[in-house]
């Protein structure tokens, strides 16, 4: 494998959100085997992502969402993790939701943990 491994680092969604508020979470790594798990934060109220590790480092997932109004999201994304001029790990998140909407989101290696998992 190439490139960062996210095994056992949290991140949180940037956003232009001025109070701050991200959905944050935390990745896990078995051989090829990455998931994750996702706590509130703006709209998110839990989350889930599981996929399989590319020789790149690189990986594709599939993930669902709860927001807190209820609503569940569902998709696919390939995810880019990579280093800042810092030392921490970014991830540009490609992807697709079952409802066709596509895009890019970025996430932020941030200490941790902020939340105990439960």
Do not use: K
């Not at 491994?5 to 956003?15: A, H, K, P």
């Not at 944050?24 to 509130?40: L, S, T």
């Not at 030392?87 to 540009?92: D, K, L, P, Q, T």
């Amino acid at each position: 494998m190439t490139g960062p491994d996210v095994d056992g680092v949290w991140f949180r969604l940037e956003t232009d959100d001025p109070a701050g508020e991200a959905p944050y979470g935390q990745y896990h790594r078995e051989d090829d085997v990455i998931w994750a798990e996702f706590y509130a934060g703006g709209t998110l109220r839990s989350g889930r992502l599981v996929g399989r590790l590319r020789a790149d480092g690189s990986f594709d997932a599939s993930y669902c969402l709860l927001t807190g109004d209820g609503e569940l999201i569902s998709g696919a994304c390939h995810s880019v993790p990579e280093f800042d001029a810092q030392g921490n790990i970014v991830i540009s998140d490609h992807f697709e939701r079952s409802d066709g909407t596509r895009g890019v989101t970025r996430i932020r290696q941030i200490p941790g943990p902020l939340q105990e998992a439960s």
